[in-house]
């Protein structure tokens, strides 16, 4: 067995410098690396390119990075429930690239995977087309995308194991595995790690070949966007 | 009478049928769930990677790690299965989702939608819908005829930036049900009360119309 834990967050998250390119887990903020993310806030590394479906909200997920001016460029496909994320952008202090949900998925799927580049019918004939191949297949309009290239991978799981394994829950698995092995170091944090051998094989979603390091979260708050509930008849 | 939001759900509940897997986007499209037959299977799909999607939970069993793609907490039926994002915009554009129902800001003649951006005033983002216009066989939209200011958004040409170009199949409005076709927006059925004049002065877009339009059945 290949140990991949870390007994920190501080120490899952060394090397992490200004101006990199990082990759975050979470659709909303379900399945985000929120221990993660509160250490980087800490950490006020500066400059950062993030790339993850949404940018959180005012004041919390990545919206807490954004709060503190440390990201430079947003790579996302929904941004809409945050105000602070849109001044930013209006203002021109922040630099936002929104691509189609399935691309963004697939380019992560790319680079984990080691395909340069794919073809999606997604965005053909609009501005996400623009300076872009296009290629017909089956009679179809498709437009050229490449894989995404990032320096660290951050992904949130259920529980983890030592190797590095991951099972995810519900939909809080979103874009996680996706980034696992999509940067050059994915680090995974975990609400339960077990000792390696304590998760059926059967069960892995992903294998701890993609991840360099694991840790436990010090705490999951899970907040709750949009709580929607019915009454009992 | 103009149609509410919930009479356009239930109209377009009636293109739901028996088998059907289907991804049901923002707004009224959501409410649509509230009305397909209790007698037939149908498997609604969120592109966050859930199928089998359930009704809301009861107060207070809230599940954080499960939500829908509006970020709001659901509950599963039997047979639900989980999914990543990768895996579910696979299945999208494998065409393996029977019925796209979604929104939108407007649609034209050829079947071109735009409702993701209004340059200058609202950038939200386009989320999975350019994925799924691109893809899905059978697109239906659930929108108002007009907007706030009672300009038409049934249109010769969209104004405002695509989400996709010839795909939507079927309109479902407050005043009309409308199919696009090679030539054009064809008026299928009109909202009941609502005269065929009334709805040619609400369009831009021409309309063809042959033989007496039925009103919708919405109930």
Same mark, same amino acid.
């Given at each position: 067995?290949?140990?991949?834990?870390?007994?920190?967050?501080?120490?899952?998250?060394?090397?992490?410098?200004?101006?990199?390119?990082?990759?975050?887990?979470?659709?909303?903020?379900?399945?985000?690396?929120?221990?993660?993310?509160?250490?980087?806030?800490?950490?006020?590394?500066?400059?950062?390119?993030?790339?993850?479906?949404?940018?959180?909200?005012?004041?919390?997920?990545?919206?807490?990075?954004?709060?503190?001016?440390?990201?430079?460029?947003?790579?996302?496909?929904?941004?809409?429930?945050?105000?602070?994320?849109?001044?930013?952008?209006?203002?021109?202090?922040?630099?936002?690239?929104?691509?189609?949900?399935?691309?963004?998925?697939?380019?992560?799927?790319?680079?984990?995977?080691?395909?340069?580049?794919?073809?999606?019918?997604?965005?053909?004939?609009?501005?996400?087309?623009?300076?872009? @191949?296009?290629?017909?297949?089956?009679?179809?309009?498709?437009?050229?995308?490449?894989?995404?290239?990032?320096?660290?991978?951050?992904?949130?799981?259920?529980?983890?194991?030592?190797?590095?394994?991951?099972?995810?829950?519900?939909?809080?698995?979103?874009?996680?595995?996706?980034?696992?092995?999509?940067?050059?170091?994915?680090?995974?944090?975990?609400?339960?790690?077990?000792?390696?051998?304590?998760?059926?094989?059967? @069960?892995?979603?992903?294998?701890?070949?993609?991840?360099?390091?694991?840790?436990?979260?010090?705490?999951?708050?899970?907040?709750? @966007?949009?709580?929607?509930?019915?009454?009992?008849? | 009478?103009?149609?509410?939001?919930?009479?356009?759900?239930?109209?377009?509940?009636?293109?739901?049928?028996?088998?059907?897997?289907?991804? =049901?986007?923002?707004?009224?499209? #959501?409410?649509?769930?509230?009305?397909?037959? #209790?007698?037939?299977?149908?498997?609604?799909?969120?592109?966050?990677?859930?199928?089998?999607?359930?009704?809301?939970?009861?107060?207070?069993?809230?599940?954080?790690? =499960?939500?829908?793609?509006?970020?709001? *907490?659901? *509950?599963?039926?039997?047979?639900?299965?989980?999914?990543?994002?990768?895996?579910?915009?696979?299945?999208?554009?494998?065409?393996?989702?029977?019925? #796209?129902?979604?929104?939108?800001?407007?649609?034209?003649?050829?079947?071109?939608?735009?409702?993701?951006?209004?340059?200058?005033?609202?950038?939200?983002?386009?989320?999975?819908?350019?994925? =799924?216009?691109?893809?899905?066989?059978?697109?239906?939209?659930?929108?108002?005829?007009?907007?706030?200011?009672?300009?038409?958004?049934?249109?010769?040409?969209?104004?405002?930036? =695509?989400?996709?170009?010839?795909?939507?199949?079927?309109?479902? *409005?407050?005043?009309?049900?409308?199919?696009? #076709?090679?030539?054009?927006?064809?008026?299928?059925?009109?909202?009941?009360?609502?005269?065929?004049?009334?709805?040619?002065?609400?369009?831009?877009?021409?309309?063809?119309?042959?033989?007496?339009?039925?009103?919708?059945?919405?109930?």
């Amino acid at each position: 067995m290949i140990n991949k834990k870390v007994n920190s967050v501080q120490e899952a998250l060394h090397g992490i410098e200004d101006n990199m390119t990082i990759m975050l887990g979470g659709f909303g903020l379900c399945g985000i690396p929120e221990n993660s993310i509160a250490e980087l806030v800490k950490k006020g590394s500066k400059n950062l390119t993030c790339i993850s479906n949404n940018a959180g909200v005012d004041d919390f997920g990545l919206g807490l990075l954004l709060q503190q001016k440390q990201i430079k460029k947003m790579i996302s496909s929904y941004v809409g429930e945050n105000a602070e994320f849109e001044r930013q952008m209006l203002s021109g202090e922040l630099d936002v690239e929104l691509i189609p949900q399935g691309t963004l998925a697939e380019r992560c799927r790319a680079a984990q995977a080691g395909i340069p580049a794919f073809f999606t019918p997604a965005g053909y004939g609009t501005e996400v087309a623009e300076g872009k @191949e296009v290629r017909e297949f089956n009679g179809k309009m498709h437009i050229m995308e490449h894989a995404f290239k990032a320096d660290f991978a951050i992904v949130k799981a259920w529980k983890g194991d030592e190797a590095g394994n991951l099972i995810f829950k519900g939909t809080a698995r979103n874009f996680n595995p996706c980034m696992c092995g999509a940067g050059k170091i994915t680090i995974a944090e975990v609400e339960e790690l077990l000792p390696a051998g304590s998760l059926n094989p059967n @069960e892995i979603h992903i294998p701890g070949i993609l991840i360099q390091r694991i840790f436990k979260g010090d705490k999951f708050e899970k907040r709750i @966007e949009q709580r929607t509930t019915r009454k009992k008849a | 009478m103009a149609l509410d939001k919930n009479d356009i759900a239930k109209r377009i509940a009636k293109e739901v049928k028996d088998g059907y897997y289907v991804n =049901l986007g923002i707004g009224i499209p #959501t409410l649509v769930a509230n009305y397909v037959r #209790t007698d037939i299977s149908v498997e609604f799909q969120s592109e966050n990677g859930v199928l089998g999607m359930g009704p809301f939970p009861f107060e207070g069993e809230e599940d954080a790690d =499960l939500i829908n793609a509006g970020k709001q *907490t659901i *509950t599963t039926l039997p047979g639900a299965s989980f999914f990543d994002s990768a895996f579910s915009f696979g299945m999208i554009r494998g065409q393996h989702v029977d019925l #796209t129902i979604l929104g939108a800001m407007e649609v034209s003649e050829n079947g071109d939608i735009a409702n993701w951006k209004i340059p200058g005033k609202m950038v939200k983002g386009m989320g999975g819908a350019m994925d =799924l216009v691109a893809s899905a066989e059978n697109i239906i939209v659930a929108m108002m005829h007009v907007n706030k200011a009672g300009e038409s958004k049934i249109l010769k040409k969209c104004s405002l930036p =695509l989400t996709g170009v010839g795909c939507v199949k079927k309109v479902v *409005t407050e005043l009309a049900v409308l199919e696009i #076709t090679p030539k054009g927006f064809k008026l299928l059925e009109r909202a009941p009360g609502i005269s065929v004049e009334h709805i040619i002065a609400s369009t831009e877009a021409e309309l063809i119309i042959e033989g007496e339009i039925p009103e919708m059945a919405i109930d």
